[in-house]
């Protein structure tokens, strides 16, 4: 998709400009998260027969007069990369991708937000680059621009700076352009928290469990669900050192009633889980379960196998030691005193 070698490197100087990018980058980035999130509030206020409705009418004239506008956001890059098209073109195309892509993936059709990102990302890194030109940067650098923007606007909207980088070095394909990427990501990424932005997937999923209670994927769904559901469920558990399962056999595991361990993986082979299989470090038991006890079934293997479960056993009885002392203490200030002042039985 892209060729970074056919670009130019900045020169020592020119790394300046990655500040204002930077910041142009974040501000495309967290505007994408609020207009996404936002049109689907918008769009929770409508019939859900409705919702396609309006998307399809915005898609017809963007497929009519900008046809690029449309699908993922591939063409846009490459169109971007090569700031074949003036300032105003980029303009329009950035703004009327924003708001198409906001408008639907808020609808509910099934769609993918990623690749827009991406392509809006470039679109403002090829009007910045354009723009610079003015103040002497050479136009052959607005491809760099371009790409380097496209990884800040990832970082500020998805909050993962590394992975939009290393994603960027993987289509290069050279280091060459790591350092002023890295530069842009991570300014980027410092005005979506000013901003105060949160990470589009991790607000997405939020939504999603707090409207699907059943779905069994958050602990709040669990306990308001969980016990209306039938059948079973696997679930993996991976068991760390110095936990009560790491060194015992499947057989000597107190697992809670009525778990069954279904598989073991132990690096890249899978282990048939026998009674006298010892369990070590670094292991994956993957557990059935009914779901109906999906928190208590939950609860119980991780305390298994965490480290933490032997530390919280000490503490529950240490705590209930101190209880148990602190009882018994008041039961002795509560007896009457006799008249030689000792504590009279009750």
């Known amino acids: 998709m892209l060729n970074f070698t056919q670009m130019p490197q900045l020169s020592l100087t020119e790394y300046l400009w990655m500040i204002p ?24 206020r409508l019939p859900a027969v409705a919702r396609p409705m309006i998307a399809l009418a915005l898609a017809l004239p963007v497929g009519l007069w900008l046809p690029m506008a449309l699908g993922g956001g591939e063409e846009l890059i490459g169109f971007a990369e090569k700031a074949t098209g003036g300032v105003a073109l980029l303009a329009v195309l950035l ?3 924003m708001v198409f892509t906001s408008t639907s993936f808020g609808s509910g059709v099934p769609g993918d937000i990623f690749m827009p990102i991406l392509a809006t990302g470039t679109l403002a890194g090829s009007i910045s680059g354009i723009l610079a030109t003015h103040a002497g940067v050479p136009a052959a650098h607005i491809p760099v621009f371009a ?4 990884a800040g606007a990832l970082a500020a909207s998805v909050k993962a700076p590394v992975t939009s980088i290393l994603l960027t070095v993987e289509m290069s394909g050279t280091l060459v352009h790591m350092l002023p990427v890295t530069a842009c990501a991570f300014i ?3 005005v979506s928290d000013l901003l105060g932005v949160r990470p589009v997937y991790t ?3 939020d939504r999603y469990t707090a409207s699907h209670p059943d779905s069994g ?7 308001a669900g969980s016990g209306s559901r039938r059948g079973n469920v696997i679930m ?19 697992w809670p009633s009525p778990a069954a361990v279904v598989d073991v993986r132990r690096g890249d082979d899978e282990v048939v889980p026998s009674r006298d299989v010892v369990l070590t470090p670094g292991d994956y038991v993957l557990v059935m379960f009914p779901v109906s006890g999906l928190v208590r079934m939950r609860a119980g293997i991780r ?15 240490d705590a209930q030691a101190a209880d148990a002392e602190t009882t018994a203490s008041s039961e002795r200030a509560a007896r009457p005193r006799t008249s030689d002042g000792t504590r009279r039985a009750i």
């Open 303 to 317: 305390a298994l196998c965490s480290p933490d479960a032997k530390a919280s056993d000490a503490q529950a009885a």
């Open 95 to 97: 703004v009327v991708k």
């Open 217 to 223: 994927v958050s602990d709040a769904g669990d306990a």
């Open 236 to 254: 993996e558990f991976p068991v760390e050192a110095g936990s009560p399962a790491a060194g015992a056999r499947i057989g000597d595991v107190d």
């Open 147 to 150: 790409v380097c923007a496209m």
């Open 203 to 205: 607000a997405l999923l």
């Open 21 to 44: 990018l930077g910041i142009v980058a974040g501000l495309v980035g967290s505007a994408m998260n609020r207009m996404l999130l936002g049109f689907q509030t918008l769009y929770g």
């Open 188 to 190: 980027a990424l410092m």
